[in-house]
């Protein structure tokens, strides 16, 4: 059982549009909410994370939007850039436990 | 060490042999996970260790596959009897504490059972 849902599968943009993932998930004890990037041949490496006690975090042309009542969250990839092109993993934990991971999206973004 | 450091980074066996996958924490790294990367499947939760306590084998999906840490620090995913289904990316990460917030994670062994 998927503990949490990502889409879309793949992505692509044009360069300086915006990137959005949306992420999905049902276990409401979940309290933490991490996105990964990960390029070819590396492991995943933490870009951006919230705690469902605020409903947006910005760091640098990353946001993540949290919506706790749809159980829902997002990246959002502002001015996006070609050097972006990776995966991105939406993640999800609670009370530090193992993190539950959603399928991952493989974003293009055309220069 | 900076990063975690996984070994090898590339491993071809035959069907039916056994594998070592060694991970390197980052050191005063407490907790160390492994997971499980299979195209088009995300990560897959194998199996985590936090300091002295017993570890939570629960996402080891047989008994073919078991991990130790010796010294709290270096930890070894073992393999026995490969399949070819065991072929994907084999992850660790290691966090200050179970729950301190993100994981580092190495670069993976790529296993490939022919």
């Known amino acids: 059982q998927q503990q949490v849902k990502q889409s879309p599968q793949s992505l692509i943009v044009q360069k300086g549009g915006i990137s959005i993932i949306n992420c999905a998930y049902e276990?409401?004890?979940?309290?933490?909410f991490p996105w990964y990037q990960q390029f070819p041949g590396k492991g995943p490496a933490l870009l951006i994370a919230?705690?469902?006690?605020?409903s947006e975090k910005k760091e640098g042309r990353f946001t993540i939007s949290f919506n706790k009542s749809a159980k829902q969250f997002s990246l959002h990839i502002m001015d996006s850039q070609p050097g972006d092109s990776a995966t991105y993993f939406c993640a999800a934990s609670y009370s530090g436990n193992q993190f539950y991971f959603g399928t991952g999206t493989s974003l293009t973004v055309i220069p | 060490g900076a990063g975690v450091s996984q070994s090898p980074s590339n491993k071809v066996t035959e069907k039916g042999k056994d594998v070592e996958l060694r991970c390197d924490p980052i050191?005063?790294?407490?907790?160390l996970y492994w997971y499980r990367q299979s195209l088009g499947q995300g990560l897959e939760f194998l199996i985590y260790?936090?300091?002295?306590?017993?570890?939570?084998k629960s996402g080891l999906p047989s008994d073919r596959f078991s991990a130790e840490r010796t010294g709290g620090s270096v930890s070894t995913l073992t393999i026995q009897r490969t399949q070819q289904e065991d072929s994907a990316v084999y992850l660790c990460?290691?966090?200050?504490?179970?729950?301190?917030?993100?994981?580092?994670f190495g670069s993976g062994t790529r296993l490939t059972v022919v």
């Open positions: 276990n409401t004890a979940f309290d933490y």
């Open positions: 260790f936090q300091g002295n306590s017993a570890p939570d």
């Open positions: 990460a290691s966090s200050w504490r179970q729950g301190s917030g993100g994981y580092t």
């Open positions: 050191s005063g790294h407490t907790a």
């Open positions: 919230i705690r469902p006690d605020v």
